[in-house]
Every structure is written in C-alpha cells, then in structure tokens.
C-alpha cells in the first residue's frame, strides 16, 4: 500500500476530468482499509470507487482512497437460488458477465452500467426494468468512526428511485467492501417488456431468449445510444427522470399534449428527462468541450478537456431551461465533488 502525492485523478472518473488529488492511495483488502482510517482524518478522507458517477469541478484536496478490493463467491445455494457475494472493487459490468456465465439470472437487464459492485447499492443502480434492490440480499460496509464491519440488510436499506440510506441517513458513515446478491438458478424471469430489449431480440429472430439473449440486446442497445467513457467522458444519464403528481402532469399536458410519461403509482408518474431535454432544444449541442451526447440527451460528454465546472454550468442551464418551459425540477443523478 502505497501513498501517492498530487495524483491525477484523471483516469480515476469517467467523465476524464483532469483532477488531481492530494494524496491517493488503493486500498486492496479490508485490513489496508482500516490502517488508513486509523491513521487519517475522516473529514480528510475522499472514498473513489469506479469514479462513473461523479462530476469532479476541482481538484482533490484530501486523501483519496481507491477501493480496489477484488472476489466474488457463492456463499450459499440451493436448486433454485444462488446467494453471490462479490467485493466492491469489482467492475459491475464484468460481474454482470461473470453472472451469466454460471447461469444465474436477475441482473442481465443491468448489463453494461458503467462503475464497480461496492457502489451500486448507494445508488440503487437500475436499467430496463430492473434494480440492485431486486436482487439485492445485504452488503457489508466498514463504520469510518469504529472501523467495524456492519451488515446492511435489505429492509434497512430504504432503496428507492436512485436512493439509498447511503445517499441519505448514513451518507460518509459507511464505506461498502462487498454486497450479497440472491439470483436464480432456474425458472429465471426473464424481463423483455422495458424499452428496446424486445424489438432488439427480435432484430435478431430471437423469440425465446436466455439471460445471455437480454443481455447481448442490452448491450447492444446502451452501445447504439450511449458514448463509451473510454472514447468520450461521460457518467451515463446525468439527470434522474422527474416523479410528479397526475394532476401537475394533467395540467402540463394540456399545453404540451405530446409529452411523455410512465405510471409510477395512483397519484404519480414519471417523465422521461431525456424527452424533456431533447425537446428544450440541448440534444447534440456542444458548449465548448462541454456538450450533450447526439443520441441521448440524458447523457452530458466531455469532448476533451472540459472542465468539471463547465459541464456543471451546462446541467444548470438545462435544469432551468427545462423548468422555464414545463415546470418540472430535473434533478442530477450525478453526485457533483
């Protein structure tokens, strides 16, 4: 374990923004975890993950701790279920594959999402139908003040819509070193009725289709409207979609009769941001190095060297202008340091 001084974050977020830490060191297990704690204040502490949902707008002026903590392992099964436990410094992505492989189902939809397993519950990443709190058992996290390890269990949780305790109630109390996931054996559900999958399958004349099925059209679908990060800086969709009340949506739609919408509950329902951007005119423009990606305006790109705090400025502007014309608040679903 080592501790690097003025370390370029560049290649640490997604977004390639040319930060630069204070201090940085990878953490490779939980007792390197715990020595750094120990030695270091926590109010000068900065936990990075897979760095793809963040906006850096400066640099680092702390010790940023890399959780590079790599395994997976079946912790238990029976015929029909799979409890898998994987460390946080795994690539989702990957993980996602490495899933399939052993022929379990429940987090195919998810294929792709960019960043590592330990963050996915803060989050409570979801894509075309599906969310980590479906799958999701427990993850166990380190108290930054007592440097224990505490099991957080499902119910204790409170995932909602890009939500978590961790996000909330608990938010920098807890660092995530692995999470438990309870996927099927057999009798998978496989889940084909959210966007695209099902006219991408049958692109491909496929009617009855495996975990591995959704997954290669999830791919390949989030490939045809999503920039690579390793090719254009991005964090995936920027913005959270809009949860409002029928009645704000009634009155909304009586002067824009086309929008869109999905029921979310008897008195709520969810916009698409995306449409709401595209229709406020931002979908492919650029700002300088700082743009909207052409083929899906929930996605901000840095076309090089952009700054954190341009591509902040650009979300501002959309989020206003968006509200200028509906009414209706957009809020980032990226976390902004």
Known sequence: MEIL???????????????????????????????????NPQDQIFVLGGGSNMLLTGNVDALVVHIDIKGKKIVRENDDFAEVQCNAGENW???????????????????????NVGTTPVQNIGAYGTEIKDTFVSCDAMDTAT????????????????????????????????????????????????????????????????LRDVSNAVIAIRRSKLPDPAELGNSGSFFKNPVISKTQFEEVSKKFPHIKSFPVSETEVKVPAGWLIEQAGFKGKRFGDAGVHKNQ???????????GAEILDLSRRIQQSVYDIYGIKIEAEVNVV
């Open 297 to 307: 305006a929930l996605v901000l790109v840095n076309y090089g060297n952009a700054t």
């Open 5 to 39: 001084d003025h370390f370029s974050l560049k290649n640490f977020n997604t977004f390639g923004i040319d930060a630069t830490a204070r201090r940085f060191v990878a953490i490779h297990n939980i007792e390197e975890l715990k020595a750094v704690l120990q030695h």
């Open 93 to 115: 992505h990957q993980f996602v594959l490495w899933t399939i492989d052993q022929g379990f189902g429940g987090l195919e939809n998810m294929s792709l999402i960019p960043g």
């Open 147 to 210: 440097f224990e390890i505490t099991t957080f269990y499902h119910d204790q949780c409170k995932f909602g819509y890009r939500e978590s305790i961790f996000k909330n109630e608990v938010k920098g109390q807890y660092i995530i070193t692995s999470v438990t996931f309870r996927l099927t054996k057999r009798n998978h559900k496989i889940n084909t009725s959210y966007g695209d999958i099902l006219a991408e399958l049958e692109k491909q004349h496929i009617t009855n289709p495996t």
